[in-house]
């Protein structure tokens, strides 16, 4: 089959890119852009923004290193659990690993959920000053409807949605922008608070999350074979560092702006904060498109739960396949798509119930459990097992093997500048592989940490 010309695969490329970067956008912002202001308001702007730095940078490294153990994953059905079984968890870690995820997914549902059932029901109180509590009760409906059209729709079909949803986003950033610029900066701007520092560095780890969306992407994109596994993993790669720079920017501009306007009487949901009619309605469509992105690493994780299910209950009553790819390569059973489609639905389901519990708590729950395991933990352990291997491997190949007398000669021949060289590369291989990868492993246990101690607080203060 011929190869197309080079515009039309220049035009391919670029329109995945925007693609990818849309859909990546919307997912990463989502809800978790609305309590941004007052986690700036708890902790103050310096260390707002520093906090959001970290947690942008640490992100895009794992993001990458997901993506890049994907690409040296030799299997056309990506998931978690793919990763897992390349990098050796075992079939009980991988189990958990999927559950993590499917947790994430119903918590950032139930989220998304919460803040729009708030939403609408205030937008229904400005403009027909009653019955907002009928809106409040059918907006989780609404939240499993709108599910459904995602799941018969792919990422290509949703980037328009995206694309609007990005637009209101942006649109919301200029209003809390326009609204500091005429007012000024609150009298009582808050002060960093030791004791608010849980729940703005909760919420500011949870806000940046993007690890389980780009896995879904890349794997939805590669199965329709437009491009080899290295370049779309490049790509995906490249549309997941732009949309960590913009949210960057985006957090920044809304945090600082909505902190330094509104100080102390920061609201969890920035969009409260207007009295303009227009306001709430928009935020509200916002946020019903920011549901459509998620479903897809919903519906992936409950179809990887149930394969494994599938395949632990065939491999108890059939001998073990000689080969990893004969293992892959088992048809599904009929009733497993049905199986995991009931299962996506019970999450819906139990993200619809907790959508009537505080949006915080929520934050709090998914990033003590998910966030950390899909965000930190499994990028951290598969870059260690996957990629560097296949890296050593590569380099092995590539490089003749010299004898130690010779490696000796070498050594004493070279100048000072080579030697400083050499151990220049040394010392950033080693922050590389080993320092920046145990800094991204402390800081998520970090953040699961303080979100565990907060969300056991909001559970002891409900009760």
């Not at 890049?68 to 079984?85: D, H, R, W």
């Not at 849980?198 to 992407?217: E, I, R």
């Not at 389901?349 to 505080?358: G, I, K, N, T």
Request: glycine residues 6%; charged residues 15%.
């Amino acid at each position: 089959m011929a190869s197309p010309p080079l515009g039309v695969e220049a035009r391919r490329r670029r329109s995945l890119f925007l693609e990818s970067f849309v859909t990546l956008q919307l997912g990463i912002s989502g809800s978790g852009a609305l309590p941004v202001p007052r986690a700036f308001a708890m902790v103050g702007v310096r260390t707002g923004l520093g906090l959001c730095f970290i947690a942008m940078l640490l992100n895009k490294v794992t993001s990458e290193w997901l993506l890049v153990s994907a690409c040296e994953t030799a299997t056309q059905k990506l998931s978690y659990s793919a990763l897992c079984k390349k990098a050796g968890f075992g079939v009980s870690l991988t189990v958990l690993v999927e559950i993590f995820t499917l947790t994430l997914m119903t918590g950032s549902y139930a989220a998304c959920l919460a803040a729009l059932r708030e939403t609408s029901g205030r937008a229904v109180d400005l403009w027909c000053g009653g019955g907002s509590q009928i809106v409040r009760d059918l907006t989780p409906a609404a939240g499993i409807l709108l599910a459904a059209v995602a799941g018969a729709k792919d990422y290509e079909a949703l980037s328009s949605f995206s694309t609007a949803g990005v637009a209101f986003l942006l649109g919301l950033v200029a209003c809390v922008v326009g609204a500091f610029i005429n007012a000024g900066p609150a009298a009582d701007s808050a002060d960093m608070s030791l004791r608010d520092a849980p729940a703005a560095v909760a919420t500011l780890g949870y806000s940046f999350y993007v690890a389980p969306l780009a896995l879904s992407v890349y794997a939805n994109e590669l199965s329709s074979t437009r491009f080899n596994r290295a370049d779309l993993a490049n790509i995906v790669k490249k549309a997941t560092a732009l949309t960590f720079m913009t949210t960057f920017v985006v957090y920044g501009l809304l945090g600082t702006c909505g902190a330094l306007w509104l100080g102390s009487r920061t609201p969890g949901d920035v969009a409260t904060a207007f009295t303009d009619k227009f306001i709430a309605p928009a935020t509200a469509l916002y946020l019903a498109v920011s549901l459509l992105p998620m479903f897809h690493p919903l519906q992936d994780s409950a179809n990887a739960i149930v394969d494994l299910y599938r395949k632990n209950i065939d491999n108890n009553h059939q001998p073990k396949p000689t080969t990893e790819t004969e293992e892959e390569e088992a048809p599904p059973s009929q009733e497993q798509p049905c199986v995991a489609r009931l299962l996506a639905v019970c999450a819906l389901v139990v993200a619809a119930m907790a959508a009537r519990c505080d949006s915080i708590a929520i934050f709090a729950f998914t990033g003590a459990t998910g966030v950390c395991v899909t965000c930190y933990v499994v990028p951290v352990v598969c870059f260690w097992r996957i990629v560097l291997p296949a890296r050593r491997r590569r380099a092995s190949l590539l490089l003749p093997t010299i004898d130690q007398e010779d490696e000796t000669q070498s050594l004493v021949d070279a100048s000072s500048s080579t030697s400083k060289r050499r151990c220049f590369d040394v010392i950033c291989g080693t922050f590389a592989d080993v320092v920046l990868p145990f800094v991204a492993l402390f800081f998520g246990c970090f953040v699961s940490f303080l979100s565990l101690i907060l969300a056991l607080d909001r559970s002891h203060k409900n009760y």
